[in-house]
Nanobody
Framework: QVQLVESGGGLVQAGGSLRLSCAASGRTLGRYAMGWFRQTPGKEREFVAAISGSGGITISADSVKGRFTISRDKAQNTVYLQMNNLKPEDTAVYYC??????????????????WGQGTQVTVSS
């Protein structure tokens, strides 16, 4: 069993920055793919960024390219999402997830086995 806990969300003005953290317990995640997703009320959960088990491959959604960076600290069993130049449309609940069956990068919600409870990010204009 894996537990994921996100933190770092909050209220920020447009153009500001936040760093989200996803701490894992119950299993070492060093070999597994990790992803960040976000969701707003009434909409499906959407892909934001993902990182491979090795940390050598990262992908991100076009809407956040150049602004968001995903990284991982294997020693801390933690994954981060650095968010810069935030926009009001980035407002959402952000979730981290892991795929414990594979080490590649995945965009699909269905590719992930375990999810955190989410952290709210609100960007004011």
């Amino acid at each position: 069993q894996v537990q994921l806990v996100e933190s770092g969300g909050g209220l920020v003005q447009a153009g500001g920055s936040l760093r989200l953290s996803c701490a894992a317990s119950g299993r070492t995640l060093g070999r597994y793919a990790m992803g960040w997703f976000r969701q707003t009320p009434g909409k499906e959960r959407e892909f934001v960024a993902a990182i491979s088990g090795s940390g050598g491959i990262t992908i991100s959604a076009d809407s956040v390219k150049g602004r968001f960076t995903i990284s991982r600290d294997k020693a801390q069993n933690t994954v981060y999402l650095q968010m810069n130049n935030l926009k009001p449309e980035d407002t959402a609940v952000y979730y981290c997830a892991t795929n414990v069956a594979g080490g590649s990068v995945y965009r699909s919600v269905r590719s992930y086995d375990y999810w955190g409870q989410g952290t709210q990010v609100t960007v004011s204009s």
